[in-house]
Structures are given as structure tokens and as C-alpha cells.
């Protein structure tokens, strides 16, 4: 859990730090705090004066002369093209003319390279190159570090960073379940047409479901009467809570805003996690247990609170803010009547769209509408009249 957290906290250091490096007007900044506290984790250092799993990483990023390699975003499919912009901020004394730039991949693969032929002004952020990479073939979803390093003509390192993208096969959903799609209220991103789209069969709301030969499953945005009466038939349904009202005031759960208060994530940092393995939906994209910057496009503006500690072998994805004992639920799954109930309030109005939320969404519809999805937590719940 330690070494978890101290790599999401790099991740975000990481990217301030080049953010703040990136931009020639600002001319400094400072780091708090030096070592973590009872109360805060924020430090560069653990309580007991240790350094932290990314001590070395981030003496690379501590220099005068620091790279920067930006991506026009996260995910990738693969045969991609990966425009890059590759910046130098420069503070060193050191004539960096003729200096040769070289990309490669972590397993040290030469990708390309470009001397600097211009004369670099010292306290200023300058873009050094502009590569476009094709993002390689895979067969499951993977990160894909690039290093970038700056060599003087003795081939000495003067300075190098990495970024990292994250590839993803083409889609191949789970189209052999049918779908109802139910969007009480309109309060959804997800449109029934990015479904129908991916392949799936859209079944009306009136459909009976039982007589169909094949998977099936109701992603809804509200727990109502239809719902419930799905439910009571032994049917599956996703439930997408992207509101407040999305479970019923008498529920013993509750689907809560994080935006005006500490839930939000902007004054404790929040870790995001997820079940990693199978057969949990979230393994197909699962680079890491706390989630990183793959997961922006679906980041969700609910939590759901009310999940006995008891009850967490059900909880598929969950957020813990700073401390261990303020935990909520991202993603529940529970036994309604005779029915599967599998509640999340991850988002995906990018389904179709961003290679993440279209894998994670397609993965949730197999796993809610198979053999995989067998919770043990039963819940009564009652629509609203």
C-alpha cells in the first residue's frame, strides 16, 4: 500500500513539477513538506526520514536542465499516432547547441532523434522536437514508458525524463449481451447510440427478457419500479450513478456529490482503487491498483457511502481519502430479490471515444451479465413511490 501511494504521489508531482517548468514566466518553486507527518503524507521523505520508493526519479526531474514530453492525451489504441512536444527548460550554464536528443523505449529500442541546432536561452522553456510515434501493437491493454535523454557530444547524459502512454488493442465488446437502456431523467453522458454503435442489440424497455437465448442486461441511471421488477425476475442490471438521486432516499446506501466538500480530492489526496484480478471486471485494464492519469476520462463525481467494512469483498472499486479509515465505494456489486445489482459511479460519456472507458464499460457489461458476478452482499431495496 506504501509503495502504491508513493507512486500515485509521484505521478502528481511529477506532472506539477513539469507543468510549473513548462511555463517560463514562473521563475521557482518549493516543494512541501520535507518528511510525511502523523496528519499528512505529502512529504519527500517518510516520517522516519526514509526516502520514498520514487527518491531516485525525482532527482532526475530536480535539475537545472529538465525535459519535458507531452502527449496530446493518455490512452492510446494501438496503430495510434502519438503526437509528442518535446520541451527543454533551461537553467544551466552549459552551451547546449549541438546537444543530440534521442527517444527510445524502456528496453532501450531507439525510436528516433534530432540534434538541437538552434542556441538554447538560458531561464526560458523551448521546444526542442515534435515526434510522431505509431503506438505499437498489442494484445491487452499496457503502458508504454518512452525515455527521452540529452546527450552532449561525448554521448554524457545531461538530462532525461520519460512519459508514458497507455496502449490499448482494438475493441472487441460483448455484443452477445443485449441491452436495455434506461436513462431516467436524462442525467447520463453515455448515449443509447454509442452502444448500438460498439454492436450491441437494444432491446426496448418493454422487452421480455426472458424468453431471449442470450445474456442480457439493463444499464439504467435511476433505481425505479423497473428496476426493481427486473430484479425480482433474476435479471442483471448495471446501474450508472451519476446522481444523487440514483438509489432511492430509503436505501442503505447513498450515492454522494464530491464536489464543495473534502471528497472532492483537492485539499487531501484521494487514492482511487481497484480489484486487479479476475475475475474482476477491472483486471482488463488494471495497470496498477491505485489508478492513475489512464482513468482521467471517467473519473467519477460520486462516491457511495454506507458500505460496512463487513461488506467489502463487494466493493470492486473504492476511494480512500489520505487516511484508511474514510473509505467510499466507486463500484458495488449485491444481490437484489433474485437479481444482480452492480452499481458504479465511474463515468462514460467517453465510451466509443477514449480507450479506457470504452474497454472498462465493455468489460462491467460481460461481467454484470455472466456467471462471474456473484455477490454475497443482499440488499432490500425499495423504489421511491
Known amino acids: 500500500l506504501a509503495v502504491a501511494t508513493q507512486g500515485h504521489q509521484f505521478a502528481s508531482l511529477k506532472h506539477e513539477i513539469e507543468e510549473i517548468r513548462a511555463r517560463a514566466s514562473i521563475q521557482g518553486y518549493v516543494i512541501t513538506e520535507f518528511t510525511d507527518i502523523n496528519w499528512e503524507a505529502n512529504g519527500l521523505m517518510a516520517m522516519w526520514r526514509e526516502p520514498k520508493a520514487y527518491a531516485a526519479e525525482l532527482g532526475k526531474l530536480q535539475q537545472d536542465d529538465l525535459l519535458i514530453a507531452r502527449t496530446d492525451k493518455h490512452n ?57 510515434l505509431p503506438a505499437p501493437r498489442v494484445t491487452h491493454p499496457q503502458p508504454w514508458p518512452v525515455r527521452f535523454l540529452l546527450r552532449d557530444g561525448s554521448g554524457r547524459v545531461l538530462a532525461e525524463n520519460r512519459v508514458e502512454v497507455f496502449i490499448y488493442p482494438k475493441t472487441s465488446p460483448a455484443t452477445a449481451t443485449a441491452i436495455t437502456f434506461r436513462d431516467t431523467g436524462g442525467t447520463l453522458g453515455l448515449k443509447a447510440e454509442q452502444l448500438s454503435g ?42 450508472l450513478a451519476d446522481s444523487k438521486d440514483a438509489l432511492p432516499p430509503n436505501a442503505p446506501l447513498k450515492v454522494t456529490p464530491r464536489e464543495g466538500s473534502d471528497l472532492d480530492g483537492n485539499w487531501v489526496t484521494n487514492f482511487n482503487w481497484v480489484r486487479d484480478r479476475a475475475p474482476s471486471p477491472f483486471a482488463p485494464v488494471a495497470f496498477t491498483k491505485v489508478l492513475g492519469f489512464e482513468s482521467e476520462r471517467v473519473v467519477p463525481r460520486f462516491v457511495i457511502q454506507g458500505v460496512r467494512g463487513a461488506d467489502y469483498d463487494d466493493v470492486l472499486a473504492g476511494v480512500f481519502y489520505g487516511w484508511l479509515n474514510n473509505n467510499a465505494a466507486l463500484a458495488l456489486q449485491a444481490r437484489v430479490g433474485t437479481g444482480h445489482l452492480l452499481v458504479t459511479t465511474l463515468r462514460f460519456d467517453d465510451y466509443g471515444r477514449d480507450p479506457y472507458a470504452t474497454h472498462l464499460l465493455d468489460a462491467l457489461v460481460a461481467y454484470a451479465s455472466g456467471p462471474d458476478c456473484a455477490p454475497k452482499l443482499a440488499l432490500d431495496i425499495a423504489p421511491p413511490r
Open 76 to 132: 492510446y489504441t494501438s496503430g495510434e499516432p502519438i503526437n509528442l512536444e518535446v520541451l527543454l527548460s533551461h537553467y544551466s550554464a552549459r552551451d547546449l547547441k549541438g546537444a543530440q536528443l534521442v527517444w527510445l523505449t524502456i528496453a532501450g529500442q531507439h525510436l528516433g532523434e534530432e540534434k538541437i541546432g538552434a542556441t538554447i536561452t538560458p531561464a526560458a522553456v523551448t521546444t526542442v522536437a515534435r515526434p510522431t
Open 198 to 239: 460498439a454492436g450491441y442489440t437494444l432491446l426496448g424497455s418493454g422487452a421480455d427478457t426472458r424468453t431471449l437465448n442470450r445474456p442480457t442486461l439493463m444499464i439504467a441511471s435511476r433505481f425505479d419500479e423497473e428496476i426493481a421488477r427486473r430484479l425480482r425476475e433474476g435479471g442483471s442490471v448495471l446501474l
